[in-house]
């Protein structure tokens, strides 16, 4: 990488290399999203629609549980897993200066919209700093990548440039605030933010301290995007603190589904 783009993420807190993410990994993410999403529908429809949001959207209508399981498991999705690993992203990361990146937690698929969102903070969510969700290492960052095209009206990913060197900066004191870690609006301007161009195959990667939030989609289609949170295990104060993760994953104390599965419907599987 050169010297000039890494001192441009040193000051600014923010790089967009272009054109560096395989489109055959994006598509096969958005292919898996579309499955998942056409299993769930055929409970409820005969004809399922062919474009994607619309799809999204129907289930989110039609039955919010099954929207909500449908949208944990596309994190969960093995092609997801091999766009976040893929070269060109630990090659970039370790010429940023994570000498050891480490995953912090599973990766994330965003769909924001008004019309699939239960209130703003899925819509919209405010201004933030990764950090004090990862809690990790200092020189921690995020890679977030658009699985679609985002135009002006889809709302564009804001950030104020710099505000990294900040550090972790006052939680808002509202307690009704639908984030729990936004941060108090008092501590910046909204003329700070700038809105942050990244196109389909673009890569962003951004500091955990970068102060940056949603912008507004505008239109009927989902803004469909991906990051990736990763740790570096060389840092010094991450290593005292040995390896803090916060993220809990926790095994099932009771079977959710009661007197499943009947021994019948396991020999059709097999059989």
């Known amino acids: 990488m050169p010297e000039s783009r890494l001192q441009n993420y040193n000051k600014n ?69 091999l ?19 480490t995953v912090c937690a599973r990766p994330v698929i965003w769909f924001h919209s008004s019309a699939v969102a239960s209130t703003e903070r899925y819509a919209k969510l405010p201004p933030h700093q990764e950090w004090s969700n990862m809690q990790g290492s200092l020189d921690g960052a995020v890679v977030w990548i658009p699985l679609t095209q985002i135009t002006e009206e889809m709302g564009k990913l804001q950030a104020i440039p710099g505000s990294h060197l900040g550090g972790l900066l006052e939680f808002s004191e509202n307690q009704e605030a639908d984030y729990p870690f ?45 990051n990736f949170r990763f740790n570096n295990a060389d840092e010094k104060t991450f290593i005292r603190r040995n390896f803090l993760n916060p993220y809990k994953y926790e095994v099932a104390k009771k079977l959710h589904t009661v007197s499943f599965p009947k021994i019948d419907i396991i020999k059709e599987i097999f059989e």
């Open 182 to 226: 936004d941060i108090d609006e008092e501590a910046f301007e909204e003329r700070d933010f700038v809105e942050l161009d990244v196109e389909l195959g673009d890569l962003l990667v951004f500091s955990s301290f970068l102060v940056h939030r949603s912008g507004h989609n505008h239109t009927k289609d989902i803004r469909l995007t991906t």
């Open 13 to 81: 807190g923010y790089i967009t290399l272009r054109q560096v993410v395989p489109f055959q990994l994006i598509r096969d993410v958005v292919s898996e999203v579309d499955k998942a999403f056409s299993n769930q529908l055929k409970n409820h429809c005969d004809e399922l629609p062919s474009d994607l949001s619309e799809k999204i959207r129907l289930l989110y209508q039609k039955d919010f549980d099954a929207y909500l399981g449908t949208a944990k498991l596309c994190n969960h999705l093995s092609s997801l897993y």
């Open 83 to 101: 766009l976040g690993i893929n070269s060109n992203i630990t090659a970039t990361l370790q010429e940023l200066g994570l000498s050891f990146p």
